[in-house]
């Protein structure tokens, strides 16, 4: 079982940057691609970024690629999601996930509970 624990969250200014975290602990972390959801309130789960467990391969959102990067590192057991020049519309509580590498959150299996990210205009 792989647990997962996100932090990094809070209240930003529109234009501003935040960096996301996702520590992993229990399982074998490396086994896993790990992957960023976002929920806004009233809607659907979407993906944000995944990236394999080598780190060699990313895939991000459409409309977030440039703005958002994401890495990690495996000797930390750690992911990070940079968030640069956001907008109100990145209001989302975000997840991470461990599972396969894909866009569709059905094909994770552990997931974290959540950090809030705020937008103010």
């Known amino acids: 079982q792989v647990q997962l624990v996100e932090s990094g969250g809070g209240v930003v200014q529109a234009g501003g940057s935040l960096r996301l975290s996702c520590a992993a602990s229990g399982g074998t972390f490396t086994n896993y691609a790990v992957g960023w959801f976002r929920q806004a309130p009233g809607k659907e789960r979407e993906f944000v970024s995944t990236i394999t467990w080598a780190g060699l391969r990313t895939m991000y959102a459409d409309s977030l690629k440039g703005r958002f990067t994401i890495s990690r590192d495996n000797a930390e057991n750690m992911v990070f999601l940079q968030m640069n020049n956001l907008v109100p519309e990145d209001t989302a509580i975000y997840y991470c996930?461990?599972?396969?590498?894909?866009?569709?959150?059905?094909?994770?299996?552990?997931w974290g509970r959540g950090t809030q990210v705020t937008v103010s205009s």
């Open positions: 996930a461990a599972g396969l590498y894909n866009s569709d959150s059905s094909l994770y299996d552990y």
